[in-house]
């Protein structure tokens, strides 16, 4: 079975400031997507960037960025220039591909404070 | 283009009660998926719907829990006899289908049992 950890419970980063979250997988396909979701107080969850396996390139979306590792299984996501409005859980996501739609997997969550 | 919407937002019932979540789909959405999120954890995949068919409830407790998706109207997510553990936060996502395509989230509904 497919499992995604998230080894950072918490983190804090100072406002206009980067920060690095991370998130490991396992998996023994060769095609599938991965997802960053944000969680803020709401409890909405917000898709907030999403990669194919099969791209090389990473992906961005303004302030926001990750880094595949596909060999070593690893997708962090990158926020730059933080804001008081990232604040909130970060999870990352695994879902297979090739086999039409599937569950996401999801990781525990990384609660992300910034500091004013 | 309205988002997926679930209702009721919170919901509390007595332990041995039953509860109903729906969740209506955005426009063009077929696809329904429900998770379910306990306290300080992640999302649980439990069910996986199209219209009028489940695909996958690899993730549903066998007992006490159901759903549906019927042709005309919401997903309904159906708990009898609730107990104390199945307070938690219920997420339905929806996709127009299609393996690329991405999960648009509900707002969710907190559910309480006394």
């Known amino acids: 079975a497919q499992t995604v950890t998230q080894s950072q419970p918490e983190m804090s980063v100072q406002e206009a400031e980067t920060v690095t979250l991370s998130c490991t997988y396992d998996?023994?396909?060769?095609?599938?997507?991965l997802f960053w979701y944000k969680q803020p107080p709401s409890r909405q969850m917000i898709l907030v960037i999403r990669q194919e396996a099969y791209k090389q390139q990473n992906a961005t979306e303004n302030r926001f960025s990750v880094n595949f590792q596909k060999a070593a299984k690893s997708f962090s996501l990158k926020i730059s220039d933080s804001q008081l409005g990232d604040a909130a859980m970060y999870f990352c996501a695994y879902r297979r591909g090739f086999s039409g739609n599937t569950p996401l997997v999801f990781g525990k969550g990384t609660r992300l404070s910034v500091i004013a | 283009n309205a988002g997926v919407m679930q209702n009721p937002r919170h919901l509390v019932r007595r332990r041995g009660q039953e509860a109903r979540l729906r969740c209506s789909p955005m426009?063009?959405?077929?696809?329904v998926y429900w998770y379910r999120q306990l306290p300080e954890e992640g999302l649980k995949f439990m069910v996986y719907?199209?219209?009028?068919?489940?695909?996958?409830e690899s993730g549903m407790p066998k007992e006490r829990f159901s759903a549906e998706f019927p042709k005309e109207g919401p997903s309904i997510l159906r708990i009898q006899q609730v107990v104390r553990g199945d307070s938690a936060a219920y997420f339905c996502?929806?996709?127009?289908?299609?393996?690329?395509?991405?999960?648009?989230f509900g707002p969710g509904t907190r559910l309480l049992v006394l």
């Open positions: 996502a929806s996709s127009p289908g299609g393996e690329r395509e991405t999960q648009y």
């Open positions: 426009k063009g959405h077929s696809h």
């Open positions: 998996t023994s396909e060769s095609d599938y997507y």
């Open positions: 719907l199209q219209k009028e068919n489940i695909i996958d």
